[in-house]
């Protein structure tokens, strides 16, 4: 629900947090797992890998085809997807 007016429509965080609650049983069957640490203004989402992902060769792959092509997708104001620590 949007915070400043109630009128029910999700924020921009709460639409990016419902998807990647989507992308985290895929990441989970590989032994990994994903938070959402938030949102910058400028719309770009950060996220924790945790698990398998941490460390993995493979992680900056995931992160950029895997969930942030996924949140562009279905949320065109994403700006990018970091990693953080």
Same mark, same amino acid.
């Given at each position: 629900m949007c915070d400043s007016c109630g009128c029910?429509?999700?924020t921009f965080e709460a639409k990016v947090a419902?998807? &990647? #609650?989507?992308?985290?049983?895929?990441?989970?069957?590989?032994?990994?797992? &994903? #938070?959402?640490?938030?949102?910058?203004e400028d719309k770009t989402v950060r996220v924790r890998l945790q698990g398998a992902c941490k460390g993995c060769p493979g992680a900056q792959m995931t992160l950029k085809m895997g969930v942030e092509r996924m949140l562009k997708q279905k949320i065109s104001d994403v700006k990018e997807v970091v990693a953080v620590d």
């Open positions: 029910g429509e999700k419902e998807i &990647i #609650e989507s992308i985290r049983p895929m990441l989970q069957n590989d032994g990994g797992d &994903i #938070e959402l640490v938030g949102c910058d």
